[in-house]
């Protein structure tokens, strides 16, 4: 059943001491107790290892995408993604990667031709509307922690900065997943609705957003050694027990990210001198981190 939470009620009490010097985002995060913390299962944790051995952690989105994450999922495991590469690098917009070979057969299950997973029905999914207008949506809120836009009964997850999309040729090609990219700059919602959202990169982002620039068309690199190797992508239900990394989102129904998303919308730490009193919808990203030892 679809519980709706009023965000009103998550602010009020956050609002209620305006007039003190609230803690900044990191610090409510950072002081988060371990309840306002859940794990990702996992079998919705893919971990990509670039050659060089930096690490980048990425949450599905079977709730929205699920037979494009099917088919990531099976590439994985069929490890096609094992030898691919980064082959774009856009400034401000994406980086986008393919698998090794696409000529290579594909896995058993793989679906060619998948619908087009742009968007779908709220039902089923718990609900908190943003207070602030949203120029790409009727409405914006967050469905199941993920950042979505909203028309009538239907919602849709909103390309912000690290989120991870299929590529796709023109319509009605939709993508199979053989080639994915992600976000590395301001919001362009105006993809929202318009390709098949499948992650969100939780750990790593700096080793994306970092990359050289392709000079290209469309920021392709031009000469393939410039290429950036992706060495595997694995799922970490596949990793041997004592391998799993275990990452954890902050749970939305929190009192931490009610004071989270209050700070975000007005700060009123030390630095700032005129609070904002609104926010985007991408510029709430959902906290997460990797669980140490340190975290009970």
């Known amino acids: 059943m679809r519980c709706f939470i009023p965000l009103t009620a998550l602010l009020f009490p956050s609002l209620a001491v305006a007039a003190a010097a609230m803690p900044s985002p990191a610090e409510i995060v950072d002081a988060a107790p371990a309840t306002a913390w859940r794990n990702v299962a996992p079998e919705q944790l893919l ?9 980048v952690v990425i949450e599905l989105a079977s709730d929205f995408a699920p037979a494009h994450v099917a088919n990531v999922v099976r590439l994985a495991r069929s490890h096609q993604w094992d030898g691919g590469a980064i082959t774009r690098v856009q400034d401000n917009y994406v980086v986008q990667w393919r698998v090794h070979d696409e000529a290579s057969p594909l896995p058993e299950g793989f679906v060619a031709h998948p619908p087009a997973e742009y968007e779908r029905p709220l039902k089923g ?5 943003l207070p602030y207008p949203d120029p790409y949506a009727a ?48 919001a362009p919602r105006q993809l929202d609705r318009n390709l098949a959202v499948v992650g969100r990169v939780l750990q790593g982002m700096e080793h994306l957003s970092a990359l050289p620039r392709g000079t290209g068309k469309l920021g392709f690199y031009t000469d393939p050694h410039q290429n950036v190797p992706i060495a595997s992508m694995t799922l970490a239900a596949d990793l041997p027990s004592g391998e799993r990394p275990v990452f954890q989102v902050m749970r939305i129904e929190s009192r931490s990210f009610s004071r989270y998303l209050a ?34």
Request: charged share 25%; net charge negative.
């Open 47 to 55: 971990i990509m290892k670039l050659a060089d051995g930096d690490r």
């Open 125 to 129: 999914l718990d609900y908190t509307p």
């Open 139 to 186: 409405e914006s809120g967050i469905a199941s922690g993920w950042l979505v836009g909203r028309e009538g009964a239907q919602i849709w997850p909103a390309q912000c900065y690290g989120v991870v999309g299929v590529g796709r040729d023109m319509p009605p090609d939709t993508g199979d997943g053989r080639e994915l990219y992600v976000v590395n700059g301001e």
């Open 263 to 296: 700070a975000r919308a007005a700060r009123q730490d030390p630095f700032f001198v005129r609070p904002a009193h609104g926010v985007a919808l991408c510029n709430v990203p959902i906290p997460a981190r990797e669980k140490t030892a340190n975290h009970s």
